[in-house]
């Protein structure tokens, strides 16, 4: 574990971050290209539900990222709690606008698939309540962190209420087994194996792994962005000092 | 274009217009927060700006 966090300094994750950055953002492009190619001109329309299966390949994979994101979130509290590691907090921080944008993907996308199949753009089911309430915690987490000020004091409360909030990840995922849900059970991430026709499983499978790479580059490109502003903002405050120092000692 | 996705076409499109916008938002937002950090080390370091030990070792 010691070697773990060694490896996780931020000056070494500027450096390997820089040198795979580009690597990740090609391959998640190859890939969306695909899967998107695959999704709408080789996947065919559900026998039920017609054109509007085309939805799923953003819908699904939007979920699972905003489940994943808050995941990693819970990770990197753990590291802001126990080890007090820097950049478990940066990872943090710049996982919540990430994971809140996919979790919306979701919401808006399961409205615009609800309303011409279910009759509603919206309904208090418990899938669709426990995927609102990952969104709120989302904003909530985003909201506290811009309230404190001192970055130490922010990253401890931000890790507290993330772990706390970290329940509804399970509830998101069992909704649709604990309680009688309009939304429809899991048909892919089951033990029993998929449910779905290869024909649109692939296309899913293969856009689940280029919204991933693509959402890992944009998390890598936050955590660099803000260990720059922490780096800019120490850089200022050591100037402060020293001019202060400079103006004591001209004083004397 | 439409018509080909069938009567249900403007909530397909609707879905996959809002993923666009809120996701290359997003991704143009930490692009354009990354180059304003990057400008604004630039400048201090410009300034002669740095840690004591940065100093010591330049």
């Given at each position: 574990m010691a070697s773990l966090i060694e490896l996780a300094n931020p000056a070494r994750f500027m450096r390997v971050s820089n040198l795979l950055l580009p690597w990740i953002a090609g391959l998640a492009v190859l890939l969306l290209l695909v899967g998107f190619y695959l999704a709408w001109f080789v996947a065919p329309a559900d026998y039920q539900q017609g054109e509007t299966i085309r939805i799923m390949y953003l819908h699904v994979p939007a979920a699972w990222l905003a489940m994943m994101f808050y995941s990693m979130m819970a990770c990197s509290a753990l590291g802001v709690l126990i080890w007090r590691h820097p950049l478990a907090d940066v990872a943090q921080q710049a996982a919540a606008p990430i994971g809140a944008a996919f979790a919306l993907v979701c919401l808006l996308t399961g409205s615009f698939w609800g309303?011409?199949?279910?009759?509603?753009?919206?309904?208090?089911?418990a899938r669709l309540t426990s995927m609102l309430v990952l969104f709120l915690l989302y904003l909530g987490v985003i909201a506290l962190r811009r309230a404190i000020d001192e970055p130490s004091r922010a990253g401890r409360a931000v890790a507290i209420l993330t772990l706390v909030g970290s329940v509804n990840i399970p509830i998101i995922k069992f909704s649709v087994d604990w309680w009688s849900t309009l939304h429809q059970p899991?048909?892919?991430?089951?033990l029993s194996g998929p449910t779905i026709h290869t024909s649109m499983l692939w296309p899913l499978l293969i856009l689940a792994i280029g919204f991933t790479l693509a959402a890992l580059w944009l998390h890598a490109v936050a955590m660099q962005a803000e260990l720059l502003r922490r780096r800019v903002r120490t850089l200022k405050i050591l100037e402060a000092e020293r001019l202060d120092r400079l103006s004591l000692q001209a004083a004397e | 274009m439409i018509t080909g996705l069938g009567p249900h076409g403007g909530f397909i499109l609707a879905a996959y217009l809002a993923s666009a916008l809120i996701l290359s938002g997003l991704a143009v937002a930490i692009l354009l927060d990354r180059r304003a950090q990057r400008r604004a080390l630039a400048l201090l370091e410009q300034q002669g700006i740095g840690r004591r030990s940065e100093r010591k070792t330049s």
């Open positions: 309303k011409p199949m279910w009759g509603t753009y919206w309904v208090w089911d899991a048909s892919v991430l089951r | -």
